[in-house]
């Protein structure tokens, strides 16, 4: 039986301690009993994982000391208290010294109802310790990747064995599991901390712009081009290059990335003085390259040649026990943020987060997180519960638009209202953002802190 479901019975009378034991072994609890409250003083610590059921009128050590000496080590481990003969007076007292509650003799449904609160909130309590021991475990300087499943632990072995190679590397993961994350833990742990990280998403800057971007431009290379410009390969140099969405780059420009990996060297646009560059390129896609290389639609040479090394990032849906801890993470974030409460993950909430598939994974988990934070559990229960009614039916242009919603207010939430900060964070015009806010019915006062 789980030790969770535990008991423990404090009374100095034979009887009653037999008669309690064997209607709470009735009820499917695991049940110690002991004669002298010193001990079972002896054998709670803070990791018990179960409650207490004393008597108060006992020689030697009475319940009111006994309860005493148990809140100088957890005052959160719940003491429930039985008398034959209570006054007001000894009640007030108990219930002022932290105990749970008291019941008077003999034993009724309302004790048994009790017993079951408090072992679902004692189950609580240690959990929530748990995930902070685990948050403060990965508090260390620099970036962080949580998780304990087996699948993320497997990818923190593979990350550290590669951290120091020059090699370059393939991370593969879908939308939201944290490529670039992973991708600043290579940079930040390995021996090129010293050197810039430059991050760069091959499918947002223009096409008529990445080249120039990625390489440098000399000065009157183009209209405009008024005096040399550093590309970002050149700016890495002694770091790290990071290519998001590299599925998104066009085939003359694979093919120049190609020529750059294999000579560790970059020409300006306009210029035909080269660059040596020491750098490494840590390259991410959402979308199996190979499939894209058999179509034809990516280059099998560059595939080839960033293969070499290849994380894969697991989906949350196949790590769903590490849910716990980055939702407490994230909430405690988003308190800090915000200037709201700090909060705990109540069970509730936590049963209908490991239900859901998060098929935004890991940000919509913290997007779902901050909303918590600023709307409250029972809006945050209710959400989860319509996504997951509208998830088997939702056509693919309403799952786009709702996760293009949630980025949008992600946005807005972290800017505090400011429509020049969401348009940096997003990479989108003034205009596009408000049509997409109008869309969507989102207000900039909604985001903005009150004075």
Known sequence: MSNAQTIYVIDDEPSIRDSLKQLLELEGYQVVCFDDANKALHKLNRSFAGVVLSDINMPKLDGLAFLQQVQQFDSELP???????????????????GAYDLFEKPVNEQLLDCLARALDKRKLVLENRQLKRQI?????????ILGETPQIQQMMQLLDAIRDTPADVLIEGETGTGKELVARYLHEHGDRNQGHFVAINCGAIPEELIESELFGAASGAYTGANQAREGKFAYA???????????????????????????????????????????????????????????????????????????????LRQRKA??????????SIAATRFHKPSMALTEPLRAQLMQYDWPGNVRELRIHAERTVLLGEQLATHSIQALESQQEVLSLAQKVAYYEQSLIEDALAQSQGS????????????????????????TRASYTEPN
Do not use: W
């Open 79 to 97: 003491v429930v208290f039985l008398t034959g003969y209570a006054d007001v007076s000894t009640a007030v007292k108990a219930m002022q010294q």
């Open 136 to 144: 403060e475990h990965h508090c260390a300087p620099g970036v962080r």
């Open 237 to 315: 140099n002694g770091g790290t290059v990071f290519l998001d969405e590299i599925e998104a780059m066009s085939a003359s420009l694979q093919v120049k990335l190609l020529r750059v990996l294999e000579e560790r060297q970059v020409t300006p646009v306009g210029s035909n003085q080269s660059i040596d560059l020491d750098m490494r390129v840590i390259a991410a896609t959402k979308v199996d390259l190979q499939t894209l290389v058999d179509t034809g639609q990516f280059r099998a040479d560059l595939f080839f040649r960033l293969n070499l090394l290849k994380v894969p990032i697991p989906a």
């Open 322 to 331: 590490d849910i716990p801890l980055l939702y407490q993470h994230f909430l």
């Open 419 to 442: 429509i020049k900060q969401t348009m940096a964070l997003l990479q989108i015009p003034r205009k596009t953002l408000y049509d997409k806010m109008a869309k969507y019915q989102l």
